[in-house]
């Protein structure tokens, strides 16, 4: 019979690897939590329309890569393939926004989906750990942001990354750099599906990483000289808290990220051992998208971080994240008296607080000994029917190799002051 494989694109996250995982999401999450951000869980799917009109029916994200589909009820949804849109959505629909305590903070960590070309760092089937600061227009919020993910990447040992920063002014200026950009590139000799790009989205072509139109772009109208003194003083305010924070970044001008409901600052994170898929997280202002997805106006920021490229960025950089074992004793029982004590004494330890195993299928000595060290655990308990009938447990320490004898009864309090 034919045996199945994980889809394309996507991957399987098996222990001992998967533990860095839970201990990313763990980092990146940790100074949300310290900063009043909210946890928060939204649906995997939602309607197809919030992601069209929030994250924008010209982008590569809605048009090529979104999984739409129709349910048996003829609905149509789309798997997320981000996380903005629906956290929006759901502090709408909860009246979150309401109640008098703007901005709502709000963390999320997810899957996401994407039917993008599969390569290093780049999946069908992602994961994020994303913040968003609904209903505030304060450059302290931006500057907040950029700082807690500059402090997540650092508690995780990482070193070689950079921050891009960037301002996409708003609904005043921006439409006058459009104009001006568009004029532009209306004179260069671009391929056809460029041309219609520059005429629905035309800073997404600053994006264009083709040499060819690179080359054309220079001379290029820069945004920066178009910015409104409000975003310019607004950007200017984010620059100096940030680095007021002893956190570096570089100016981007040509940053204009994927999504469209950009405004104002936007920033990207990348990481210099990863190759093309350098970005580990991104994210901005979004002061129109409430708006755009029925609701009134809330000025919002926020970031969302790539757990899959976190984790590449750490082993480009050779960092082994400090993660304890996760089983601290192994009861190992020789026997089936000892098989029921020991059961019971493992049940007992976890009950107290102490990670425990045993060794499971009835093994020997030298079988049940390889489960003990493959599992990391400091401490064995061995027993057989000739401990029993002393009223002992072997108690061995793992790292020094040194075993005693302890007491039945005194095992639960003997194993908790040594491992204390
Ligand atoms: P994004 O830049 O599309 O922004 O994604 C953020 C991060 O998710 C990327 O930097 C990358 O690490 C990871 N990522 C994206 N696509 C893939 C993929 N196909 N495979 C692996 N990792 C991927 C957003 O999603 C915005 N919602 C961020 C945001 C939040 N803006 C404001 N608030």
Redesign the pocket.
């Given at each position: 019979m034919a045996t199945f494989k994980a889809p394309k694109?996507t991957y399987d996250l098996i222990p001992p690897v998967s533990v860095k995982y839970l201990a990313v999401r763990e980092a990146i999450s940790a100074p949300l939590r310290n900063s009043g951000y909210g946890y928060i869980e939204t649906p995997g799917f939602e309607d197809v329309g919030l992601f069209a009109r929030g994250?924008g029916e010209s982008t590569d994200?809605v048009s090529k890569?979104m999984y739409a589909f129709e349910t048996k009820g003829g609905d149509q949804l789309a798997l997320r393939?981000?996380?903005?849109?629906s956290?929006l959505r759901a502090a709408l629909e909860a009246s979150l926004h309401k109640q008098g305590n703007l901005p709502v903070k709000l963390w999320y960590s997810g899957s996401?989906y994407?039917y993008?070309r599969?390569q290093k760092?780049?999946?069908?089937h992602?994961?994020?750990v994303?913040?968003?600061a609904i209903g505030a227009e304060d450059p302290a919020l931006d500057a907040e942001l950029i700082i807690l993910a500059d402090q997540a990447y650092r508690s995780l040992g990482l070193r070689n990354f950079r921050i891009l920063l960037n301002s996409l002014g708003d609904k005043e200026c921006r439409p006058v750099y459009r104009e001006a950009l568009q004029s532009f590139l209306r004179g260069l000799d671009l391929d056809e599906e460029t041309v219609r790009r520059a005429e629905i989205n035309p800073l997404r072509v600053l994006d264009d990483k083709r040499p060819d139109v690179q080359k054309q772009l220079v001379g290029a109208p820069v945004l920066r000289d178009y910015l409104c003194d409000a975003c310019k003083a607004y950007h200017e305010e984010v620059r100096a808290l940030i680095t007021a924070a002893g956190v570096a970044f570089e100016d981007d001008e040509k940053l204009v990220?994927?999504?469209d409901?950009?405004t104002r600052t936007t920033f990207?994170?990348v990481h210099d051992g990863l190759g093309s898929?350098s970005?580990?997280?991104?994210?901005?202002?979004?002061d129109g998208l409430s708006e755009m997805i029925g609701g009134p106006a809330l000025p919002?920021?926020?970031?969302?971080?790539?757990?899959?490229?976190?984790v590449l960025a750490l082993e480009a950089e050779g960092i082994e994240l400090d993660i304890p074992a996760s089983t601290s004793v192994f009861a190992v029982a020789l026997g089936e008296e000892a098989r029921r004590v020991l059961f019971g004494k493992v049940t007992e330890l976890r009950k107290a607080g102490v990670a425990a195993d045993f060794s499971f299928g009835g093994k020997g000595l030298k079988g049940a000994m390889k489960d003990a060290n493959r599992s990391g655990a400091r401490f064995a308990v061995v027993a057989g029917e000739r401990d029993l009938a002393e009223g002992v447990v072997q108690l061995k320490d793992m790292e020094s190799g040194d075993q005693t004898a302890v007491p039945v009864g005194e095992l639960i309090d003997t194993v908790r002051g040594r491992l204390a």
């Open positions: 694109g994250v994200i890569e393939p981000e996380g903005t849109a956290v996401y994407r993008e599969p760092g780049r999946y069908r992602f994961s994020q994303g913040a968003e990220r994927g999504l409901y950009y990207e994170f898929q970005a580990v997280g991104g994210g901005g202002r979004y919002s920021v926020g970031w969302a971080l790539g757990v899959d490229r976190t």
